[in-house]
């Protein structure tokens, strides 16, 4: 599977973005989706994680009550609404897709998308 993120940007202290993830092929609603970022001079960091409906979904600590991770499978895409956004939260965003049982370990997942940038800037 190819996986292809969008919609980072700029955005003031507060504010709101929404990113996407498209994936190819036509087994996307078999493989569980997550969301990672990286910050300059810093690891990689697990941001959610997403199953096959959506309805079971994780998060991590720093982004739990703001981010929300949803899947259309229709449209074989993920999504990260990204809400209060803070300036640590500036990264480059990356998707991922798994066919397997991990969940915010980045080697639990076998496919990633090119990132996207999110800045978030007074």
């Known amino acids: 599977v190819q996986l292809q993120a969008s919609g980072g940007g700029v955005v003031q202290p507060g504010g709101s973005l929404t990113l996407s993830c498209e994936a190819s092929?036509?087994?996307?609603?078999?493989?569980?989706m997550g969301w990672f970022r990286q910050a300059p001079v810093k690891e990689r960091e697990f941001v959610a994680h997403?199953?096959?409906?959506?309805?079971?979904?994780y998060y991590a600590d720093s982004v739990k009550g703001r981010f929300t991770v949803s899947r259309d499978n229709a449209k074989n895409t993920v999504y990260l609404q990204m809400n209060s956004l803070k300036l640590e939260d500036t990264a480059v965003y990356c998707c991922?897709?798994?066919?397997?049982?991990?969940?915010?370990?980045?080697?639990?997942?076998?496919?990633w998308g090119q990132g996207t940038q999110v800045t978030v800037s007074s």
């Open positions: 997403v199953r096959w409906s959506g309805g079971t979904t």
């Open positions: 991922a897709a798994t066919l397997r049982g991990g969940v915010r370990s980045p080697s639990s997942y076998d496919y």
């Open positions: 092929g036509r087994t996307f609603s078999s493989y569980f």
